[in-house]
């Protein structure tokens, strides 16, 4: 028996509201509960389509993880599904920092909750490491694929160890181009053996 899209919309705010509420360091480290939720037991999207929807994601204007949930959302509920789940996804992340906005102060000044976050620190970068190693898995095996993430991986590390003033942004661009120009000329080699 399907599921009415009330039951629908509720799945999605409970599921996005648990991934917004247990995950520290922003959207690539809430990949990975992303894959691990609505691909894996939910089964609500493919491996490649969350492979897809972060592409586009890291390159249009949003955190990655709102245009994950709206995304996911849309495809199971359509424009109310997107909305709840991009609400559900938002909502701790609003609640935790209007709580600690009330306490600011105080809560810089306890030992405590900075140990806490020198530990998150290091679990963000574990969620965010096995996101990529997830990633890599379901990279097609081609060589244009592998020849951009190779150099855009020196070339990220380039710029960091020399501390070159050059945006992330423009990497993204670049290897869309290189990507675009390599489809199209694929593309018009195919038309000229026909």
């Given amino acids: 028996m399907k599921k009415t899209k009330a039951r629908t919309c509720w799945d999605l705010l409970c599921t996005f509201f648990k991934i917004g509420l247990f995950t520290f360091g922003g959207g690539y480290s809430m990949i990975s509960l992303i894959d691990d939720e609505c691909v894996v037991k939910k089964k609500w999207i493919t491996s490649d389509e969350l492979m897809n929807v972060t592409i586009i994601a890291e390159s249009t204007p949003g955190p990655i993880a709102i245009n994950c949930a709206t995304y996911v959302g849309y495809r199971q509920a359509g424009i109310l599904g997107s909305v709840i789940s991009t609400i559900g996804v938002v909502l701790p992340s609003f609640i935790i920092i209007y709580i600690i906005s009330l306490f600011f102060d105080n809560i810089l ?65 670049i290897a869309g181009l290189v990507g675009y120009i390599t489809f199209a000329i694929s593309r018009f080699r195919k038309e000229d053996k026909k």
């Fill in 109 to 173: 000044e306890n030992k405590i909750v900075a140990s806490a976050f020198k530990g998150i620190k290091i679990a963000v970068s574990l969620l965010v490491f096995t996101a990529a190693l997830r990633m890599l898995k379901i990279i097609p095996r081609n060589k244009l694929p592998l020849i951009i993430m190779a150099v855009t991986f020196v070339a990220m590390i380039a710029i960091s160890v020399f501390s070159i003033n050059f945006s992330s942004i423009y990497l993204i661009l």
